[in-house]
T-cell receptor, first 110, second 115 residues
Framework: KQEVTQIPAALSVPEGENLVLNCSFT??????LQWFRQDPGKGLTSLLL?????REQTSGRLNASLDKSSGRSTLYIAASQPGDSATYLC?????????FGQGTELSVKP | EAQVTQNPRYLITVTGKKLTVTCSQN?????MSWYRQDPGLGLRQIYY???????DKGDVPEGYKVSRKEKRNFPLILESPSPNQTSLYFC??????????????FGQGTRLTVV
């Protein structure tokens, strides 16, 4: 059974810092992995999708890496902004089913 | 605009009163699913559908029903809601799950309270 762990559970940083969010999963037989952002009481917004054959994916200030063999993914956020404050969820996917971690709650202070 | 639309966004109901949460997507996606999100438990899959008239149970299907009569719609039905179904519900869709999984898009969520 797939288990997903995200570390840290919460993170507070001053504006402008570069930061790394970590995700580990127990079953490496995944098809892809998605990173999502969730604002309080809101839906999930897809940030990045990494296929199992890829090592990393970039979108603007975001970079996600995937090491399937070791069951790890990281989300790197460059030059953080207050608008980045949200909960970040990673979800490895197999056969269409996403398994979610508990998320990292990020707060970026002005 | 490509989107997944859920209705209602908020619902308070009483135990045993049947309700339906609607979900519609305008992206011609084959794969649709329902998740519930609970504090400490995260998001868990309730039901999924690979295409019209094809549905199957996820991890927590008890107390729920779904149907997929049209490609764009995937309603979640609670025939006799109970307080333990109080949760935040999300509908999701993706283009396909074979041969390569594609990006999943989520609705804005439905906050359900059963009293």
């Amino acid at each position: 059974k797939q288990e997903v762990t995200q570390i840290p559970a919460a993170l507070s940083v001053p504006e402008g810092e570069n930061l790394v969010l970590n995700c580990s999963f127990t079953d490496s037989a995944i098809y892809n992995l998605q990173w999502f952002r969730q604002d309080p009481g809101k839906g999930l917004t897809s940030l990045l999708l990494i296929q199992s054959s890829q090592r990393e994916q970039t979108s603007g200030r975001l970079n996600a890496s995937l090491d399937k063999s070791s069951g790890r993914s990281t989300l790197y956020i460059a030059a953080s902004q207050p608008g980045d404050s949200a909960t970040y969820l990673c979800a490895p996917c197999r056969m269409g089913k996403l398994i979610f971690g508990q998320g990292t709650e990020l707060s970026v202070k002005p | 605009e490509a989107q997944v639309t859920q209705n209602p966004r908020y619902l308070i109901t009483v135990t045993g009163k049947k309700l339906t949460v609607t979900c519609s997507q305008n992206m011609n996606h084959e794969y649709m699913s329902w998740y519930r999100q609970d504090p400490g438990l995260g998001l868990r899959q309730i039901y999924y559908s690979m295409n019209v008239e094809v549905t199957d149970k996820g991890d927590v299907p008890e107390g729920y029903k779904v149907s997929r009569k049209e490609k764009r719609n995937f309603p979640l039905i609670l025939e006799s809601p109970s307080p333990n179904q109080t949760s935040l519900y999300f509908c999701a869709s993706s283009l396909s799950r074979f041969p390569v999984n594609t990006e999943a898009f989520f609705g804005q969520g439905t906050r359900l309270t059963v009293v």
